[in-house]
């Protein structure tokens, strides 16, 4: 599948009637830190839109706050195929089965309600649409959700798109 530009990316979200949405961007203070991402712009691209909300990590029944997590051994795709893993960065405890489980209740969501569009938090390792934290660094790659979203055919758009 070719990868899409940024404007086919706005493009598609412009056109869309159903978007699922990051929850933080919305204002909900759902992120690791107990905080929101809420976004004027991401208000204004969705304005006249049925927004279908998720955050993947506390829908997968982590907490908030809730140690962070990154990526090891490779990104979203990598997680998927069981050849990398999410755990939390200071204790090492595996959180890949969350993070895959978050993904899943994310792309239920979107079949529900006929999300043909995500809009994503950038560099979350579950949301991240063009880059996300492995083994410490930001990298190239998709975080989980994102990943299994695209691989489903969804077109996923980073907050930062807009």
Known sequence: MKELSREERVAALREARVVLVS???LGEACRYDGKSKGSDKVMRALEGKEVVPVC???G???GIPRPAV???GGAGAEVLEGRARAAEV???RDRTE???RGAELALAAARRFGAEVALLKERSPSCGTQGTHVDGVVVRGQGVTAALLARSG???VSDEDL
């Open 70 to 72: 990154e990526l090891k």
């Open 98 to 100: 969350a993070f895959r």
């Open 56 to 58: 993947p990590e506390t």
């Open 90 to 92: 200071e204790s090492g």
């Open 154 to 156: 969804l077109t996923v």
């Open 60 to 62: 997968a029944g982590l």
């Open 23 to 25: 929850a933080c961007l």
